[in-house]
């Protein structure tokens, strides 16, 4: 199956502080998402971006298909920036539609 | 309704017992997924429905887990005699027309 992995592992940063997290991916995707899981274990959606850029607020992101990886950026991070950031992709073969996740990005943002 | 429900939010039982989880999605979703998170792990695709279509079974870890779907609605994940590594966090989601899901709060499981 397609294998998904994400970059770094473990990010702590500085309140005001950019950072940037990646996510490589195997083979070819007709689905990306970002999730944000906060400390309480909820995950929020926060990009379906298989292919392109967007940005929602302080949040971008970047998906380059044909070199398989997508990247998330974060500006001017605050405190409620932290959780786990996941990377999730449903594999573009016929018949395919379940989504496949990265073992996540562990961010802390400290005051 | 406005999200996806999940109950219970936290459930512990003892080793050896059954234990129902239940999904309630988002209304006109026809797509459901449960996913499972273990600690420290990644989230781990268990089963898919899709509309009125047999469901996808094939991320079931054992025949001890089994799951349904109801009117193309709300959907139980049961697991039979409980075990310590069943413990983990199952995560329900759904999905209509558009391509992004969305998740439950999940229910934390602890087998002791």
């Known amino acids: 199956g397609i294998q998904v992995e994400q970059s770094p592992p473990d990010l702590i940063l500085q309140e005001g502080a950019n950072s940037t997290l990646r996510c490589n991916f195997s083979?070819?995707?007709?689905?990306l998402q970002w999730f944000h899981q906060n400390p309480w274990g909820q995950l929020i959606n926060l990009f379906y971006i298989p292919s392109g850029t967007k940005q929602n607020g302080r949040l971008s992101a970047t998906t380059v298909a044909t070199e398989r990886y997508s990247l998330l950026y974060i500006s001017s991070s605050q405190t409620t920036d932290s959780g786990v950031y996941f990377c999730a992709v449903i594999y573009s073969g016929a018949g395919s539609y379940q989504l496949t996740f990265g073992k996540g990005t562990k961010l802390s943002v400290i005051p | 309704g406005a999200g996806v429900s999940q109950s219970p939010s936290n459930k512990v039982t003892e080793k050896g017992k059954d234990v129902e989880l239940r999904c309630d999605p988002i209304s006109g979703h026809t797509a459901l997924y449960w996913y499972r998170q273990s600690l420290g792990q990644g989230l781990e695709f268990l089963i898919y429905?899709?509309?009125?279509?047999?469901?996808?079974k094939s991320g079931l870890p054992s025949d001890r887990f089994s799951a349904e779907r109801t009117g193309g609605s709300v959907s139980t994940l049961t697991i039979q005699r409980t075990q310590q590594e069943d413990s983990a966090v199952y995560l329900c989601?759904?999905?209509?027309?558009?391509?992004?899901?969305?998740f439950g709060s999940g229910t934390r499981l602890t087998v002791v």
């Open positions: 989601a759904s999905s209509g027309t558009g391509p992004g899901y969305t």
């Open positions: 429905f899709q509309g009125n279509s047999a469901p996808d």
């Open positions: 083979d070819s995707v007709n689905n």
